[in-house]
């Protein structure tokens, strides 16, 4: 995605929060403009520190490398583990990159639970075999992203 940083953030705030209700200004009781946003925000990074893909991966013996290839079998079976349930990841030329976590939540976004959930919607393009999982310092583009997903497929977060 190219416009830097303020056109990336600017994006996934009218992509993955616009749609979210407990998010409109009429749920707040006292609202102050951008109230909203800066909730979408924080409990977004919040969730991000919950997903540690890179332990989710080591602790089945999954780790970057410029040479190793992995299968999907495998890498699905190391996020089920991690999580209790399946984990959508996808892949660019073959490149592990992203991964979609899907969760139901009870209660509002700000305040609510976060639940892991079976995903729903789009699956993996990933190969069966010879998925790569690149180091992040190299000189490919090798980086991977996280969408959170709610129960209603309704990405809240991506990194």
């Known amino acids: 995605m190219s416009g ?7 994006h996934e705030f ?17 609202y102050k403009p951008q109230e909203e946003v800066v909730d979408f925000f924080n409990r977004t990074v919040d969730l991000f520190q919950t997903l540690d893909t890179y332990q989710f991966l080591a602790a089945a013996g ?15 079976a190391a996020l089920q583990t991690a999580r209790g349930v399946n984990t959508n990841f996808r892949c660019s030329n073959g490149k592990l990159n992203e991964m979609w976590f899907a969760f139901d939540v ?30 992040k310092n190299t000189t490919t583009d090798s980086t991977m992203s ?7 497929d309704t990405p809240v977060s991506s990194a």
Do not use: R
């Open 4 to 10: 830097g940083d303020e056109y990336f953030w600017d």
């Open 14 to 30: 009218s992509k993955h929060a616009t749609c979210i209700n407990t998010l409109n200004p009429s749920c707040y009781p006292d």
């Open 62 to 76: 999954i780790y970057p490398s410029l040479t190793k290839t992995y299968n999907s079998t495998a890498i699905q």
């Open 106 to 135: 009870s209660g509002s976004i700000q305040t609510g639970q976060f639940i892991p959930a079976e995903p729903v919607g789009m699956s993996s393009n990933c190969p069966s075999t010879g998925i790569k999982y690149l180091p």
């Open 146 to 152: 996280s969408q959170v997903l709610t129960s209603a």
